[in-house]
C-alpha cells in the first residue's frame, strides 16, 4: 500500500492564482480530511469528508473547495490564492474513528 | 469548544531518562485520543490511538493513558534515546473524524 500521497510537494504561486493539491488514498478509507499547519497556531482542519458525496468545513475553510466524487481521491481547490494561505497542507485518512494516517505534506508558499 | 493543551511546549532531557509528556483537552465528549510524532520538515507519524473505553495503550518504549472525566492524557517514553528528539503532538478525535490538536512539544535527548 501506498498510504496517503499528496502532489505537488512544493508549490510556489502568485496571488490571485488557483490551484489544486491533490490527495490519495489506497486504503478504502471512508474519512479523509485537510488540514494547514502554521508556525504558532498548530495544526487546524480545512474541510473534511465521511464518504464520497460528503464533504464538510473544518475550523478554516474560507478560500478553499473541495469535493469527493471517489472513495480514493480528495482534492483541496484554492480558487484565488492569496499570501495568507502560505503553508503546509497535509491530507489524512481514517477508517472511521481509527487511526489517522497523513500523507508527507504540501508546502506551498504564495507572493 | 473543543480545546487542546500540551505541557510543556518544549523539553530537553539527557539519553535514557523517562519522561512524560502531557496532554489536557476541555471537552470530555471524544471518540479517541491520538498521539503522533513529527519531525522537522516531514509529516505526522501515528504512535498511539487510545479509543475512548481504553485507559492505556502500549507500544515498545511507548505507553499512552487516558483518563476522559479529568480531560487528561500522558505519553510516557521509557529510556529515551537521541532518536527519540522530534515534536509530540496530541490531537482528540471527535464527530466525524475530525481531529483537534495541541500545539505539541518539543523534545529533544541529549547524547
Known amino acids: 500500500n501506498a498510504g496517503v500521497t499528496q502532489t505537488p510537494k512544493f508549490q510556489v504561486l502568485k496571488t490571485g492564482q488557483s490551484m489544486t493539491l491533490q490527495c490519495a488514498q489506497d486504503m478504502n478509507h471512508e474519512y479523509m480530511s485537510w488540514y494547514r499547519q502554521d508556525p504558532g497556531m498548530g495544526l487546524r482542519l480545512i474541510h473534511y469528508?465521511?464518504?464520497?458525496?460528503?464533504?464538510d468545513q473544518g475550523e478554516v475553510p474560507n478560500g478553499y473547495n473541495v469535493s469527493r466524487s471517489t472513495t480514493e481521491d480528495f482534492p483541496l481547490r484554492l480558487l484565488s490564492a492569496a499570501p495568507s494561505q502560505t503553508s503546509v497542507y497535509f491530507c489524512?485518512?481514517?477508517?472511521?474513528?481509527?487511526?489517522?494516517?497523513f500523507g508527507p505534506g504540501t508546502r506551498l508558499t504564495v507572493l | 469548544k473543543q480545546e487542546v493543551t500540551q505541557i510543556p511546549a518544549a523539553l530537553s532531557v539527557p539519553e535514557g531518562e523517562n519522561l512524560v509528556l502531557n496532554c489536557s483537552f476541555t471537552d470530555s465528549a471524544i471518540y479517541n485520543l491520538q498521539w503522533f510524532r513529527q519531525d522537522p520538515g516531514k509529516g505526522l507519524t501515528s504512535l498511539l490511538l487510545?479509543?475512548?473505553?481504553?485507559r492505556e495503550q502500549t507500544s515498545g518504549r511507548l505507553n499512552a493513558s487516558l483518563d476522559k472525566s479529568s480531560g487528561r492524557s500522558t505519553l510516557y517514553i521509557a529510556a529515551s534515546q537521541p532518536g527519540d528528539s522530534a515534536t509530540y503532538l496530541c490531537?482528540?478525535?471527535?464527530?466525524?473524524?475530525?481531529?483537534?490538536f495541541g500545539q505539541g512539544t518539543e523534545l529533544s535527548v541529549k547524547p
Open positions: 489524512a485518512s481514517s477508517k472511521g474513528f481509527n487511526e489517522q494516517f
Open positions: 487510545i479509543q475512548s473505553s481504553q
Open positions: 490531537a482528540v478525535v471527535s464527530q466525524g473524524g475530525k481531529l483537534i
Open positions: 469528508s465521511v464518504g464520497a458525496g460528503i464533504t
